[in-house]
């Protein structure tokens, strides 16, 4: 079988350095003693025979082996390929396959943890603006992604478990947006009482709240250097980051003009707002996404719609918008619409979320179903395929958010569902630079319903957000309540531990017993005690002997 590298593999340093320190221990061997591995025949190779596989069954030659006469071609084990070659292999191995690798050998294991591919698994999950700060540079960064994947998605599996509710007062009238920031613990909301607040995310504190700025604040949304807020008058409301501030932003008090400033070219309320790294995007009801640049603050791009905009989502370099029962996803860089799902819904779009990679929409509307839709990049073409529709609420689906896997999505029936999208994705990866579909075809006719539904709540929800091990909404009630499963994560890693510690006793008490059955005067004596004579079916041993004494007696 022949295998092709690519000119711009990456191998990481760990994964070369290991390759020749290995290489080097064995060169001595290989020139005194051949051993060849065939993958089911054989274990051993002899010295003095050279075996050869056919098609049909192993033929031997009688001719000794030389070391010299090898071919070059001929490799003896996978620790014999290229550096590049192995990395590629490894690349294309799922997180599943890497850890089944990893038991193999410990040479594997080694090879297995060090590789660079479990910083793609995180960041194709996650994003690096989630992921833990490095603990080093060089081997030591790459060492750290394997034990961050695996904690992640360990603490991803807490939703399903137990959890404590937590109540935040505070606002006056119904809350109309919530947004987690996790890698600062902040919780930023708002609503019809006209101020912005942030909270402490594990205290449930109220840090500080804004002045009233005049209207309602429908959007909030927020990284580690801004915080935006846009209303009904049309304003997007900024504050700055304060160095050595403890909680980033300072928003009470009078506008400081070195750290709060505001964006208008709306001509109507404003909807929706997003950050990433290098621009502002705001959604309003004048039937535009306008797009601003964070340095010059000022708007590069204006896409227009048909209808009101009334949520959007970006990724990269596009933006997916929801304007009356339509979804559009645009090229922000060329302004040009790249594709267009007509009537997602049944009525108005209300909500849309997208993951990390940015190759899955979901979209919630007035008809209370959720829609998972795939876009797939194929040439100049970009296409969506419809992947699966869940139903679970009655009421118009206000808000989604999503966190790999989860898709939690709130309603005006009060009810919030938490669906997991793992079931519907294959694990394996694909080559780079080949646009494949990532869903399972026998997914598409099998949908699971959604895992979990938290209800219980007399009033519409209206804003929905989540974070590692919390779930943060908001709603007519006026109050904010936050889902906390980190109480999960501790009894799950309780267990774990107890699991750790019985298989730990077990291979003990394996051990044990194999030390004493090596014991050959014991195991004789046992075997003798416990034979049985096959003609009278007494036992030959000193039980029978202790019988026989007892019947003398008597």
């Not at 250097?225 to 008058?233: I, P, R, S, Y």
């Amino acid at each position: 079988m022949a295998f092709e590298c690519q000119v711009n593999t990456e191998v990481s340093k760990a994964l070369i350095d290991s390759l020749d320190n290995r290489r080097l221990a064995e060169s001595n061997h290989f020139h005194s003693q051949i051993e060849a591995k065939n993958f089911g025949f054989s274990d051993s190779y002899s010295g003095k025979q050279k075996g050869v596989i056919s098609k049909s069954k192993p033929v031997f030659n009688s001719k000794k082996a030389n070391p010299d006469s090898c071919s070059p071609k001929q490799l003896l084990s996978i620790t014999d390929l290229p550096p590049a070659l192995i990395s590629e292999i490894l690349n294309c191995l799922d997180p599943k396959e890497l850890g089944i690798v990893s038991c193999a050998s410990t040479y594997l294991c080694r090879l297995a943890s060090e590789h660079h591919v479990w910083k793609e698994f995180y960041c194709e999950r996650w994003g690096l603006s989630t992921a833990p700060t490095p603990l080093g540079s060089g081997l030591s960064d790459e060492k750290s992604w394997k034990k961050y994947f695996v904690e992640r998605e360990f603490r991803s599996k807490t939703f399903m478990g137990r959890y404590s509710m937590e109540i935040l007062y505070g606002h006056t009238e119904p809350v109309r947006a919530v947004f987690l920031l996790s890698s600062a613990k902040l919780i930023f909301t708002s609503g019809y009482d006209q101020t912005v607040k942030m909270w402490n995310m594990e205290e449930g504190l109220l840090i500080a709240s804004s002045r009233g700025l005049g209207c309602t604040i429908r959007a909030v949304a927020a990284d580690t250097k801004l915080l935006v807020a846009g209303g009904t008058d049309g304003f997007i409301h900024c504050w700055k980051a304060v160095d050595g501030s403890p909680h980033l932003f300072e928003i009470r008090g009078p506008q400081n003009q070195n750290t709060e400033f505001r964006l208008w070219e709306h001509q109507g309320p404003i909807t929706s707002l997003a950050l990433d790294v290098s621009r502002i995007y705001s959604g309003s009801w004048d039937m535009t996404v306008r797009v601003w640049d964070r340095l010059s603050l000022k708007c590069v791009k204006v896409l227009r719609h048909s209808d009101w905009v009334g949520a959007l989502v970006p990724h990269d370099t596009t933006v997916a918008s929801a304007a009356g029962a339509d979804v559009y996803v645009w090229d922000i860089v060329s302004g040009n619409l790249m594709t267009i799902i007509h009537n997602a819904h049944v009525g108005k779009t209300f909500s849309l979320a997208r993951n990390h990679k940015g190759d899955f929409l979901f979209t919630g509307g007035e008809d209370g179903a959720i829609r998972m839709y795939e876009i797939l990049n194929q040439g100049l073409e970009t296409n969506q395929h419809l992947v699966a529709t869940w139903i679970p609420h009655t009421g118009p689906v206000q808000s989604l958010a999503f966190e790999f896997p989860w898709l939690v999505s709130v309603s005006g029936d009060g009810k919030l569902s938490l669906i997991d999208v793992r079931k519907l994705l294959k694990t394996r990866r694909c080559p780079s630079g080949i646009s494949d579909s990532r869903v399972k075809h026998e997914a598409r006719s099998s949908v699971e319903p959604p895992q979990r539904m938290l209800h219980g709540f007399a009033k519409n929800l209206l804003s929905v957000d989540i974070g590692a091990d919390r779930i943060v909404c908001g709603g007519e009630e006026g109050v904010v309540r936050i889902w906390n499963f980190t109480q999960a994560l501790e009894i799950e890693q309780k267990a774990h531990a107890l699991r750790g510690i019985r298989l730990e006793n077990r291979m003990r008490r394996r051990k044990l017993h194999a030390e004493n059955s090596s014991k050959v005067g014991r195991t004789d004596q046992c075997s003798v005690a416990a034979k049985k004579n096959p003609v009278t079916g007494e036992r030959s041993g000193w039980h029978s002997k202790r019988g026989a004494s007892g019947k003398l007696k008597a």
